[in-house]
């Protein structure tokens, strides 16, 4: 019911929603959120971006979250698509759609997910600005964001 | 052997993607392969030093110092995630 | 930067994205909803649906839920498309699309204008049941839900 | 003249979807309108007696009992919305 993919090529935002969204006629919403590149970041120009994960382990821990978030709440359905390797300024760099009768269901697991993947999946960011590459340090914000869900694990 | 896999930034300060670290009866959990790969010096022991965020896995799961390791195990060293 | 459309005709879910996330390269988070018609309602089979509005007060009062959205988060554009005529199920009724350069804004900014839209906006459901037509009723869920933003206007 | 719209439920019942008040002086605000045409009795008394939820509107825009009305003034009746 749920799925998980990571990869080099750009994904079809139309596809996944549309495949997502069609598969049962109980659905009455769909959220989803699309995380793209910023060709800004800390005040900085930001040219291009390469993207590293873990594989394997990235697959699990997106699972492990998938699954904490089909618990808390009564869902239709999780696809989750996560780039990795070169992106550009807009490029899409992940996807997360959320199935469920009610909004307020998939409204909350939506972000539940992209607020634990962006704390828990092994996905690293390196940009190039102007001044050379570097690695992006994880935000505040980030860890924040997941704390409002509480205990989860 | 246990596989150890370095990833971004400690990759890159480190200049090892993988190596495989004989298995010991010392090496019982990931604070002390951390505490073998500090031993090297240089550079090891400013990516493991006091005050370095590093996140650890044993078998791509989420780890600490007091997990315990075993002989064919992979244990992941890494940076706080920025993906998403 | 905002912009309304209410229509007979089904919409282009992907065009409406993409005209949206690609306007600007400073945007980093689109959180979309999607309403759709489901099969069933009160635990009745709903074979279709008739959607009803009041023209030109629909398009005021959406633009209303909009400039307060603008007013309350930091926003970089929503698109609201609304269908009214002959509905089947799984067809899309609504799509609320919000950019910002933040997730935690888009997302905010998007749950605000569909519980708005839900209590707000001169739209009215007829559906077809095996025991014949009836009007929808107003859920309380919705009138709670358009609560919690507390008073906005 | 006061355009008078009726929408859903309310313009089936009523069985009509529009008509044109003449603008008097005791048509002063939305609630002697409702007054006047729930005079008609029969079904308008039904929809716009008490105990039934019938919201207004005033050029587009929300309004209550108190809103007042003048000549040339559009003004709606309808149940509770139900879109999105």
Request: proline share 5%; aromatic share 6%; hydrophobic share 40%.
């Given at each position: 019911m749920n799925t998980i993919q990571i990869q080099k090529e750009p994904f079809d935002i139309t596809a996944?929603?549309?495949?997502?969204?069609?598969?049962?006629?109980a659905i009455g919403a769909v959220v989803t959120f699309i995380g793209q590149m910023r060709d800004m970041n800390e005040g900085d120009q930001v040219s291009n971006m390469t993207l590293e994960h873990y594989p394997g382990m990235t697959e699990k821990a997106l699972q492990v979250i998938?699954?904490?978030?089909?618990?808390?709440?009564?869902?239709?359905?999780?696809?989750?698509?996560?780039?990795?390797?070169?992106?550009?300024?807009l490029d899409p760099i992940v996807i997360v759609a959320v199935a469920s009768a009610?909004?307020?269901?998939?409204?909350?697991?939506?972000?539940?997910?992209?607020d634990y993947l962006k704390t828990r999946a092994p996905f690293w960011k390196k940009e190039r600005t102007p001044e050379g590459e570097r690695w992006v340090d994880a935000r505040h914000a980030d860890a924040a964001a997941e704390q409002r869900?509480?205990?989860?694990? | 052997m246990i596989e150890v896999l370095f990833f971004a930034r400690l990759r890159e300060q480190l200049g090892t993607a993988r190596e495989q670290?004989?298995?010991?009866?010392?090496l019982l959990d990931v604070g002390s392969v951390i505490e073998k790969l500090r031993g090297r010096c240089g550079v090891w022991e400013e990516v493991f030093g006091d005050g370095q965020t590093v996140l650890m896995a044993v078998n791509q799961q989420v780890a600490n110092l007091t997990t315990p390791v075993k002989d064919g195990d992979e244990v992941a060293f890494f940076p706080q995630v920025t993906g998403g």
């Open positions: 996944i929603q549309e495949q997502l969204r069609s598969d049962n006629p998938l699954d904490e978030a089909d618990r808390r709440w009564a869902l239709m359905g999780i696809r989750v698509v996560h780039r990795v390797g070169e992106l550009q300024p009610h909004r307020g269901e998939a409204f909350q697991a939506c972000e539940f997910v992209i869900w509480g205990k989860g694990r | 670290l004989e298995a010991a009866p010392e």
